[in-house]
């Protein structure tokens, strides 16, 4: 009798558990981490506005690392007066570890965007393209050093896809198809004279952009988010214009409507766009968020298309779907009930 009691109550107990595993296994996505999602695609869509605000800034004359100085430079701007009446005692409070991881990772974006910037004078866009692009490799290599993070399962097979629809993307402008065949630049032009210059500052680039998400990363789980950025900001603002001065570049004397773009470039893809994946560096790990940077260049060329009519090749398509689903199976790590 206590046998059949005992048998009883262990199949019991393994029928729950079973029931258990099976509603982990099948259960929709918490509603926490659709709320991320959407804001990630959010931050994607406003980010993917930035290169049709630089290229309407560039055909009125302004210099690249002008537009890169006048972005950082109207964000923290616009957040000083909300910083000053609502924050300011937050920052005073910043003990001096906090206050210099902040504005190390302002020093990282102000590099980022230097550097890249930059590097578009010395080598071809797709080149850039393919080297900035993998941000994503570099901070999924450091965050398990740094941070513990790493990428499991399927969030690595969607690393891996991401990565090679960035480069597909990147080599689609320097590609193509002859008489049946693919016919693309041999690789020793990337080693050539200032090729190899530009290049390497597009790598730098994307080192910048990882150190400035796991440094993000390391602190936002501590600090509110509005500090934060304006520290953050702000470093980048002021390295971006001594790097200006320094270049004999100014803001002054540019076209008005120049005014305009900096200012929609402050708004739309650093301060709502950016921001959003700061915010969202506090919940999700860093190498996910640095994954999702990459549909910016989908984004692009979407605006592109409706806005300059300038029609993607199969190539672009190609890397996009790559880029998409990446993202998507990436997504899949952190996505059921209990992970968020």
């Given at each position: 009798?206590?046998?059949?009691?005992?048998?009883?109550?262990?199949?019991?107990?393994?029928?729950?558990?079973?029931?258990?595993?099976?509603?982990?296994?099948?259960?929709?996505?918490?509603?926490?981490?659709?709320?991320?999602?959407?804001?990630?695609?959010?931050?994607?869509?406003?980010?993917?506005?930035?290169?049709?605000?630089?290229?309407?800034?560039?055909?009125?004359?302004?210099?690249?690392?002008?537009?890169?100085?006048?972005?950082?430079?109207?964000?923290?701007?616009?957040?000083?007066?909300?910083?000053f009446l609502r924050y300011r005692h937050d920052i005073l409070r910043l003990n001096r570890k906090d206050l210099m991881l902040?504005?190390?990772?302002?020093?990282?974006?102000?590099?980022?965007?230097?550097?890249?910037?930059?590097?578009?004078?010395?080598?071809?866009?797709?080149?850039?393209?393919?080297?900035?692009?993998?941000?994503?490799?570099?901070?999924?290599?450091?965050?398990?050093?740094?941070?513990?993070?790493?990428?499991?399962?399927?969030?690595?097979?969607?690393?891996?896809?991401?990565?090679?629809?960035?480069?597909?993307?990147?080599m689609s402008d320097a590609c193509a198809w002859q008489r049946y065949r693919l016919i693309c630049p041999p690789i020793k032009?990337?080693?050539?004279?200032?090729?190899?210059?530009?290049?390497?500052?597009?790598?730098?680039?994307?080192?910048?952009?990882?150190?400035?998400?796991?440094?993000?990363?390391?602190?936002?789980?501590?600090?509110?988010?509005?500090?934060?950025?304006?520290?953050?900001?702000?470093?980048?603002?002021?390295?971006?214009?001594?790097?200006?001065?320094?270049?004999?570049?100014?803001?002054?004397?540019?076209?008005?409507?120049?005014?305009?773009?900096?200012?929609?470039?402050?708004?739309?893809?650093?301060l709502f766009g950016h921001s959003i994946f700061n915010w969202s560096l506090k919940f999700l790990p860093a190498s996910i968020?640095?994954?999702?940077?990459?549909?910016?260049?989908?984004?692009?060329?979407?605006?592109?298309?409706?806005?300059?009519?300038?029609?993607?090749?199969?190539?672009?398509?190609?890397?996009?779907?790559?880029?998409?689903?990446?993202?998507?199976?990436?997504?899949?790590?952190?996505?059921?009930?209990?992970?968020?």
């Open positions: 009798m206590s046998g059949d009691f005992k048998y009883n109550v262990n199949n019991s107990q393994l029928s729950a558990a079973l029931r258990i595993d099976h509603q982990l296994m099948t259960s929709s996505p918490s509603p926490r981490y659709i709320t991320l999602m959407l804001s990630l695609l959010a931050g994607v869509s406003a980010v993917s506005t930035a290169a049709i605000f630089i290229r309407f800034a560039q055909n009125g004359g302004a210099p690249s690392i002008v537009i890169a100085a006048a972005r950082l430079t109207f964000t923290s701007l616009i957040l000083a007066p909300v910083v902040a504005l190390l990772s302002g020093f990282f974006l102000a590099l980022h965007f230097a550097t890249w910037i930059t590097s578009l004078e010395f080598t071809t866009v797709a080149s850039s393209v393919v080297l900035v692009t993998t941000t994503p490799l570099w901070v999924a290599i450091i965050a398990p050093l740094v941070l513990h993070e790493r990428l499991k399962g399927i969030a690595v097979l969607g690393l891996v896809f991401a990565m090679i629809g960035g480069i597909i993307v990147g032009t990337l080693f050539n004279g200032t090729a190899f210059f530009g290049n390497a500052l597009a790598l730098i680039g994307a080192w910048m952009a990882a150190g400035y998400l796991l440094v993000g990363k390391k602190i936002r789980a501590r600090m509110e988010l509005v500090p934060y950025l304006f520290i953050v900001y702000g470093m980048a603002a002021l390295v971006l214009l001594v790097i200006m001065v320094g270049m004999g570049q100014s803001f002054l004397g540019l076209p008005p409507l120049d005014y305009l773009w900096f200012l929609l470039l402050a708004l739309i893809p650093q968020v640095a994954l999702t940077l990459l549909g910016e260049p989908v984004g692009s060329t979407i605006l592109a298309f409706v806005i300059f009519s300038e029609k993607p090749g199969w190539g672009k398509i190609f890397g996009a779907l790559f880029i998409l689903g990446g993202i998507w199976l990436a997504a899949q790590q952190g996505g059921k009930k209990g992970n968020l």
